[in-house]
């Protein structure tokens, strides 16, 4: 591809200088275009393709500054230096602002000025080298569309989220139908992959489709280039697992190494740091003990970024403590988001466990003060009292209800609908962690974004900060934060006479040519044409 210089200066012994000094036979540029003003200047960008602008600041009618604000609106992949007489430090801070390539003194040596046109030439390649990477962005969303979703996954998904049985007729005929190659008695094994940061500022959109490029790149790394067997899903929280049929096949390769490999991968080129999880293997009929086994994991590192971590052997009982299998946090989060039949499923096949075990009273108070404990606590973070919901006799445990299995069952199965519709008539109320959250972002629009501090704020995960975010307001945290930047900087332009390149550094955007083309992609003008509409004064 050729690549063509458009030098821009009021004074034409200077342009002349600048054509005649520079060896251009040692550059690359296809052609060089002059211009003695701005307005000139345009004309040309508009006529023909220009890669690399090089501008003197002080010139009649328009200054360079002003040029080349144009130019991030209208060209915004053009790279553009100043050459100028003027040494002001205003004038270097506001081309610092618009993201100039770079800020030279005149007079200057001809080898420097030839180093910089390299320099910018080579910056030129880049980003339209950026821009192809963007088009095979464009067509790997494309296959995205086509391919999903997948009848396997989907059945992956049931199975999990206890929409389909663990009966081994029904996962036998499931296999079967499927054709996965598993019998109810197989052993598999289980890798959760979090995505806990991302490098670019992705929209929801993006961030769904960059997910499903790591979703094929794990299942090249560990199934196809090992020839091993298996699936990765991607849960409805945007939560990867990959499910390894045949875990023997994977000995070899070495699991825990290929999961660096790929954290290595993904890091370099799909622009996102992640963690991965590996489960121990487990038979088939383990998969949700599993898959809770591996959230648990996550939650606890803290401190750890792309990383692996190993599901520990657990030491051998005596005796199964079933009250401990449960796990109150899933109940919680079927409570919250108004799934109370998946949640009677969870119930009934946590009892029927509790019947198959023989347990006793211990085990059945156990439980009792494990579920009160997670209800109350979870109440007190909305802010309702629990009378509120129930009398407070009702909470209490009735003679005899302790003692039988069939009683405690209808108790808890009462007090999770009576809390269930008590919710949906107040409506569905943004947690304490996610207010905070908000509450941290509004103060500090202009600083950097980074989801790990956010997460620091709360002391969560940052992954699972994210899921949280996103399944509470519907936004991922990026969204939220543009939407937050663009209504300041909206109400900025209608109530100030601030400059827009000011006011895209107020919002935490130091770039002016990204906020130039963001706030156009939100409201459908440009900050000059909003402020033209809707300013007050």
């Known amino acids: 591809m050729s690549y063509n210089l458009l030098i821009v200066d009021d004074e034409e012994i200077a342009i002349r200088g600048i054509v005649k000094g520079i060896k251009w036979d040692e550059l690359k540029y296809s052609e060089v275009y002059t211009a003695m003003d701005a307005e000139e200047a345009r004309a040309i960008m508009e006529s023909k393709q220009v890669h690399v602008v090089l501008s003197d600041i002080d010139m009649p009618n328009q200054n360079g500054l002003e040029l080349l604000e144009w130019i991030n609106e209208h060209v915004p992949n053009c790279v553009t230096i100043f050459l100028t007489g003027h040494a002001d430090f205003k004038y270097a801070q506001q081309a610092v602002q ?319 609908s009576q809390i269930s519709g008590y919710m949906n008539a107040e409506g569905k109320q943004v947690s304490n962690v996610v207010e905070k959250v908000q509450q941290y972002m509004l103060a500090h629009l202009d600083e950097e974004f980074s989801r790990e501090r956010l997460a620091e704020q709360v002391y969560l995960n940052p992954a699972y900060l994210s899921r949280l975010f996103r399944r509470e307001t519907g936004l991922s945290l990026t969204d939220y934060m543009v939407k937050l930047r663009i209504n300041k900087a909206k109400e900025l332009l209608e109530n100030s006479n601030e400059k827009v390149s000011d006011i895209a550094f107020e919002v935490g955007y130091a770039n002016f040519s990204h906020f130039s083309k963001l706030f156009k992609k939100t409201t459908g003008l440009t900050p000059q044409e909003y402020r033209k509409s809707y300013g007050k004064i």
């Open 98 to 416: 618009l993201a100039s390539f770079n800020y030279l003194l005149k007079p200057i040596d001809h080898s420097l000025l030839q180093q910089a046109l390299h320099d910018a030439y080579v910056k030129a390649e880049e980003l339209a080298s950026l821009d192809s990477i963007r088009a095979t962005y464009d067509q790997f969303y494309q296959q995205w569309q086509l391919e999903r979703p997948l009848l396997i996954e989907r059945f992956w998904h049931d199975l999990i989220h206890y929409r389909q049985s663990l009966a081994s007729a029904y996962l036998q005929s499931a296999m079967r139908n499927y054709s996965i190659p598993l019998e109810p008695e197989s052993e598999i094994q289980l890798m959760q992959i979090s995505v806990e940061q991302w490098r670019e500022e992705w929209s929801a959109r993006d961030e769904e489709i960059m997910t499903y490029a790591i979703k094929n790149v794990a299942e090249e790394f560990f199934l196809t280039n090992t020839k091993a067997q298996g699936h990765c899903i991607q849960d409805g929280q945007g939560i990867l697992y990959l499910i390894i049929y045949h875990p023997e096949q994977l000995r070899e390769a070495g699991i825990e190494k290929l999961a660096y490999s790929f954290i290595e991968h993904c890091r370099e080129y799909l622009h996102c740091h992640l963690s991965c999880y590996i489960g121990k293997i487990i038979p088939l009929t383990a998969i949700r003990d599993g898959i809770r086994a591996l959230q648990q994991l996550e939650k606890q590192n803290v401190t750890q970024s792309c990383t692996v971590r190993l599901e520990q052997e657990t030491s051998s009982r005596s005796e199964p403590l079933v009250a401990a299998a449960v796990h109150f946090p899933d109940w919680i989060v079927l409570l919250e988001t108004g799934k109370l039949t998946q949640l009677n499923y969870q119930i009934d096949s946590y009892f029927d466990k509790l019947q198959q075990a023989k347990v006793g009273y211990h085990e059945l108070m156990a439980f009792y003060f494990g579920f009160m404990n997670a209800i109350l606590q979870w109440l007190q973070t909305k802010g309702v009292n629990s009378t509120d919901v129930m009398a407070e006799q009702d909470w209490e445990l009735k003679d005899g209800t302790i003692k039988s299995l069939v009683r405690l069952k209808a108790w808890t199965t009462t007090v999770c």
